[in-house]
C-alpha cells in the first residue's frame, strides 16, 4: 500500500507519495511535488492538483496520509495564519477518502523519522556512552530555522510517542558583556520585554545579531550595509542575510565570523541545557534548515566548549549521543514515517 506526505509551511508545500521498502521498515519515495503557497487560494486546491498529476495516476492511491503543517494544531485541525488557510484533517479525509489521516506539528513530526534514519541522513558529532540506569527510550530533537523548534520522543521498538514543546520560546540566558548588549539592542529594536532564544538561534536571529554588529560605528563600511538600508524598506531581504553571513564569514570577514562565533555559542549552550533538562540518553538530534549548513562547525571546539559549560553537570553531556540531521527534506521523510505507521492503525 502506498501513502501520502506532506510538509504544509506558511511558504512552500513540499507532497509525497511512498511506499515501504522491500528489505527494510523505511519509506521509499515513488513521486514528489514542491508547490509556492501564495500561489494557492488553498491547501484543498494544491492536494488536488498533486493526485492529479500524471504520475500519481499510475501508481496505487495512498491510503493513509499525514500533514506536517506550521501552525496552532487542535482536534485534527489546524490554522496557517500567514495564508489565512483552515485545514481539517478529518474533511480531508472524507475529500479525498484516505483509510486514516492526521494533521501533525511540522517539527514534533520529526521524531517519528528518528527509527527510520539511514547512514546517509545524519552524522554524529558524539557517541556519547552507556549510563547505569539511563534509558535510552529518550529523544531530544532541537532545529533552529525560520524559529526554533524542539521536540522530544519515547522510541520503543516500532512504538513512538511525542512529546511537543514549546521551548524555543524559554528566556535567552546572554554569557558574556557583548551578548548582553545585543540582548539589550534586540529588546529596544524590536519593542519588546523580552528576548527569547528562538529570537537568537534561528536564521532570522543570525540576521538579528549580524543588524546589531553592523550598527556599531566600526562596521559602516561593512558590504552588508547596503542590505541594512534595503530592510528598512523591505523587511523580506531580512532572508537573503544568513547565507550572506555564512558566506562572508568563510572568506574571513572577521565582523561576520563574531556574528557566527555568537550565534554557534548560543546555540551550543542551549542544546547543552535542553540536553540536561531531558536527559535525553537515547540521542540529542539537531535538525532544522540550518542544520546541513552548519554541521562542520558543530564539531568545532568552540562549539563543543559551550555545550559542555554546564559546571558540575558537564560529565553527564558526555554521555548523551549528539547527531546532526543531514536530510533537508527530514520533515517530508518524517511525514512519511508516520503515514506509514497509520496504515497499521
Excluded at 500561489?39 to 495516476?57: A, G, P, R, V
Excluded at 512504538?159 to 545585543?182: D, F, I, M
Amino acid at each position: 500500500m502506498n501513502f501520502l506526505a506532506c510538509d504544509l509551511g506558511g511558504t512552500k508545500v513540499l507532497l509525497g507519495i511512498f511506499e515501504k521498502e522491500i528489505n527494510d521498515d523505511s519509506p521509499k519515495l515513488i513521486f514528489k511535488k514542491k508547490y509556492i503557497s501564495s500561489d494557492w487560494d488553498s491547501f484543498e486546491l494544491i492536494l488536488e492538483d498533486f493526485l492529479l498529476q500524471n504520475e500519481c495516476k499510475n501508481i496505487t492511491y495512498p491510503s493513509s496520509a499525514c500533514f506536517a503543517v506550521a501552525g496552532p494544531l487542535s482536534n485534527n485541525k489546524a490554522k496557517i495564519i500567514n495564508l489565512s488557510w483552515d485545514i481539517s484533517g478529518n474533511s480531508l479525509q472524507n475529500k479525498f477518502n484516505f483509510k486514516s489521516c492526521e494533521l501533525i506539528n511540522d517539527f514534533a513530526v520529526q521524531i517519528y523519522g528518528i527509527p527510520y534514519l539511514k547512514k546517509n541522513q545524519y552524522t554524529t558529532i558524539q557517541n556519547g556512552y552507556h549510563c547505569e540506569g539511563a534509558n535510552n527510550d529518550l529523544h531530544t530533537i532541537v532545529g533552529a530555522g525560520t524559529g526554533l523548534g524542539i521536540a522530544r520522543g519515547i522510541i520503543s521498538g516500532e512504538k513512538v510517542k511525542v512529546l511537543a514543546s514549546e521551548g524555543g520560546h524559554v528566556e535567552y540566558s546572554p554569557k558574556s558583556k557583548s551578548e548582553w548588549e545585543l540582548k539589550i539592542w534586540l529588546k529596544n529594536y524590536l519593542k519588546v520585554d523580552r528576548i527569547s532564544c528562538e529570537r537568537i538561534i534561528s536564521g532570522t536571529g543570525l540576521s538579528r545579531i549580524a543588524e546589531w554588529r553592523l550598527s556599531k560605528p566600526d562596521a559602516q563600511n561593512h558590504p552588508l550595509q547596503k542590505y541594512l538600508k534595503k530592510i528598512k524598506i523591505f523587511d523580506d531581504v531580512r532572508k537573503e542575510l544568513p547565507e550572506k553571513i555564512c558566506h562572508l564569514s568563510k572568506e574571513g570577514d572577521q565582523l561576520m565570523i563574531e556574528v557566527e562565533r555568537i550565534w554557534l555559542g548560543a546555540y551550543a549552550s542551549l542544546l547543552g541545557d535542553v540536553a540536561l533538562q531531558e536527559l535525553c540518553f537515547g540521542g540529542l538530534w539537531i535538525s532544522g534548515g540550518t542544520a546541513s549548513k552548519h554541521f562542520k562547525n558543530f564539531k568545532s571546539d568552540l562549539f563543543m566548549k559551550q555545550f559542555f559549560d554546564k559546571g558540575r553537570l558537564k560529565d553527564i553531556l558526555k554521555t548523551i549521543p549528539m547527531k546532526v540531521i543531514l536530510d533537508e527534506e527530514f520533515g517530508l521523510f518524517s511525514a512519511a514515517c508516520r503515514a506509514k505507521m497509520l496504515l497499521k492503525n
